[in-house]
């Protein structure tokens, strides 16, 4: 039996939470038998929710919230003791520390899937504490959380080293561990036809977590440059945002762009892809992401995406011509690319979806259970 980890470090549904359900509706169906300690999401009935008083989304809550989950994680693991491997779903520090804890207290494997960590640095990782301290300063982090972040970056980097293996989604991350093997991601949603020209409402859109991590504020001025060229140009914004929606408008007409975007909060997924649907490219400047399932979904939605190079997405989506990608941190390049694209016709919706073909979620859960049943059969092997 598979005891599962996961701490929620947000209180919304993300693309590794996305995974998570895919993959154990999978297993399901070939009777893997697992347990599931989660925190306050509870993604499913099934699941030991280990519950939280505070629900809100802010640094110092983040870490209340991941020590008491550390802690009760590991004392409710002691009442069972039919497990043969424990899982960390995510790297988070928290689901890390208690997945290590309890495979030293057992003595049983340990495994940690590597979504990313936030050290990517352009075409980089970096992994010093300081630099990844000064990379997240520049980010946008205050002094005391950016502290925070990289000394539990670094820990659960180094737990992760001396677990029985790592299941990493991104190549470039598989690179960091002698203990990796490498996975991958898939999209749920396929739609079967595509829009044409004329259903589209807006020239590009953005899906994601609006924080400074995912890039909304390099956005905002690449959106501003482009409009100063193009003056219709509307940009739709889907996603949940640590501030409420009034002040993240606030910072859209400081921009002077309350005209061409469209802040729509968080949608429902038909809704969201209805949105990407409806638009001729997608567009996300983040400089932290790992596998990019964004990027997967718009491509399966007959889209184009423009990104900024940084070491994960352009390993994992380089072969893809409809993937355009700007320099990091570069808002000139990003807008001229932008532009260039938006004057230019569009491509076949149909060609564009080939990127993701093969994508599929059966084939994910068979691979992580392969690596899982690797590892339980060499720890036990000897």
């Given at each position: 039996?598979?005891?599962?980890?996961?701490?929620?470090?947000?209180?919304?549904?993300?693309?590794?939470?996305?995974?998570?359900?895919?993959?154990?509706?999978?297993?399901?169906?070939?009777?893997?038998?697992?347990?599931?300690?989660?925190?306050?999401?509870?993604?499913?009935?099934?699941?030991?929710q280990i519950p939280t008083l505070i629900n809100k989304d802010t640094p110092l809550t983040y870490i209340v919230r991941g020590l008491a989950f550390a802690?009760?994680?590991?004392?409710?693991?002691?009442?069972?003791?039919?497990?043969?491997?424990?899982?960390?779903?995510?790297?988070?520090?928290?689901?890390?520390?208690?997945?290590?804890?309890?495979?030293?207290?057992?003595?049983k494997p340990c495994v940690v899937i590597v979504h990313h960590y936030d050290i990517i640095d352009g075409s980089q990782l970096v992994e010093s504490l300081?630099?990844?301290?000064?990379?997240?300063?520049?980010?946008?982090?205050?002094?005391?959380?950016?502290?925070?972040?990289?000394?539990?970056?670094?820990?659960?980097?180094?737990?992760?080293?001396?677990?029985?293996?790592?299941?990493?989604?991104?190549?470039?991350?598989?690179?960091?561990?002698?203990?990796?093997?490498?996975?991958?991601?898939?999209?749920?949603?396929?739609?079967?036809?595509?829009?044409?020209?004329?259903?589209?409402?807006?020239?590009?859109?953005?899906?994601?977590?609006?924080?400074?991590?995912?890039?909304?504020?390099?956005?905002?001025?690449?959106?501003?440059?482009?409009?100063?060229?193009?003056?219709?140009?509307?940009?739709?914004?889907?996603?949940?945002?640590?501030?409420?929606?009034?002040?993240?408008?606030?910072?859209?007409?400081?921009?002077?762009?309350?005209?061409?975007?469209?802040?729509?909060?968080?949608?429902?997924?038909?809704?969201?892809?209805?949105?990407?649907?409806?638009?001729?490219?997608?567009?996300?400047?983040?400089?932290?992401?790992?596998?990019?399932?964004?990027?997967?979904?718009?491509?399966?939605?007959?889209?184009?995406?423009?990104?900024?190079?940084?070491?994960?997405?352009?390993?994992?989506?380089?072969?893809?011509?409809?993937?355009?990608?700007?320099?990091?941190?570069?808002?000139?390049?990003?807008?001229?690319?932008?532009?260039?694209?938006?004057?230019?016709?569009?491509?076949?919706?149909?060609?564009?979806?080939?990127?993701?073909?093969?994508?599929?979620?059966?084939?994910?859960?068979?691979?992580?259970?392969?690596?899982?049943?690797?590892?339980?059969?060499?720890?036990?092997?000897?």
């Open positions: 039996m598979i005891l599962i980890i996961f701490y929620h470090p947000f209180l919304n549904i993300g693309g590794v939470e996305r995974r998570f359900l895919s993959v154990m509706k999978q297993w399901e169906t070939i009777n893997v038998r697992f347990r599931i300690l989660e925190s306050q999401l509870r993604l499913r009935t099934s699941s030991h802690l009760l994680s590991i004392v409710l693991a002691l009442k069972d003791r039919g497990f043969n491997v424990i899982l960390a779903y995510n790297n988070d520090v928290f689901s890390v520390a208690s997945a290590f804890i309890i495979s030293k207290i057992y003595r300081l630099r990844v301290y000064s990379l997240l300063r520049r980010i946008g982090y205050g002094r005391l959380y950016s502290l925070f972040k990289a000394l539990a970056t670094k820990l659960a980097i180094i737990m992760a080293k001396k677990c029985k293996a790592t299941i990493c989604i991104s190549k470039a991350f598989a690179k960091l561990f002698a203990n990796a093997y490498l996975s991958s991601n898939a999209i749920e949603y396929s739609p079967k036809n595509a829009v044409t020209l004329k259903d589209k409402e807006y020239e590009a859109c953005f899906v994601g977590r609006l924080d400074a991590r995912k890039g909304v504020i390099d956005l905002l001025n690449v959106w501003k440059n482009v409009v100063s060229i193009l003056p219709n140009a509307k940009l739709a914004i889907v996603g949940p945002t640590q501030t409420r929606g009034r002040n993240f408008m606030k910072i859209i007409r400081s921009h002077g762009l309350d005209k061409n975007i469209v802040y729509m909060g968080l949608l429902s997924d038909r809704k969201m892809y209805d949105t990407i649907k409806k638009s001729r490219l997608f567009v996300t400047l983040s400089l932290s992401e790992g596998w990019g399932m964004a990027i997967a979904e718009a491509l399966a939605c007959g889209v184009p995406v423009a990104c900024y190079n940084i070491i994960t997405l352009y390993e994992q989506w380089n072969t893809c011509p409809y993937v355009i990608f700007a320099n990091a941190n570069d808002v000139k390049d990003a807008t001229e690319k932008i532009i260039e694209f938006l004057r230019s016709p569009d491509p076949d919706s149909q060609q564009v979806k080939k990127c993701i073909e093969g994508l599929r979620w059966e084939n994910v859960a068979r691979r992580d259970l392969e690596i899982l049943r690797k590892v339980v059969n060499d720890t036990y092997a000897h």
